[in-house]
């Protein structure tokens, strides 16, 4: 996760090998994760750049598994933040 410092809404982007599986599988996955990165997207300061990559696992995952994961990993956003920023 990047903060670029500029005044944009945060951007999400996603890495999905084929090791996750066939096509069917991988965009499966992809739609999983920008329905969830969607919802979460209000919390995450602005001008951030974050990138998720998809392990072979993910396939397997459920959507509540995976939105899980993604929270855990966007509250380590939130907790490195810089004090005095926002």
């Known amino acids: 996760m990047l903060s670029t410092g500029e005044s944009r809404a945060a951007r999400f982007g996603f890495i999905i090998s084929k090791q996750v ?5 991988r965009n499966t996955v992809r739609r999983r994760l920008k329905a969830v990165c969607a919802e979460a997207l209000p919390r995450v300061p602005e001008g ?8 072979p696992a993910s396939a397997k995952a459920s959507f509540a598994e995976l ?15 810089p004090a005095g920023s926002s």
């Not at 599986?21 to 599988?25: K, L, R």
């Not at 939105?67 to 933040?81: F, I, K, N, Q």
């Open 48 to 55: 951030t750049d974050v990138v998720i990559r998809a392990l």
């Open 67 to 81: 939105e899980a994961d993604v929270h855990r990993c966007l509250g380590r956003l939130s907790a490195s933040a």
């Open 21 to 25: 599986g066939t096509a069917v599988v």
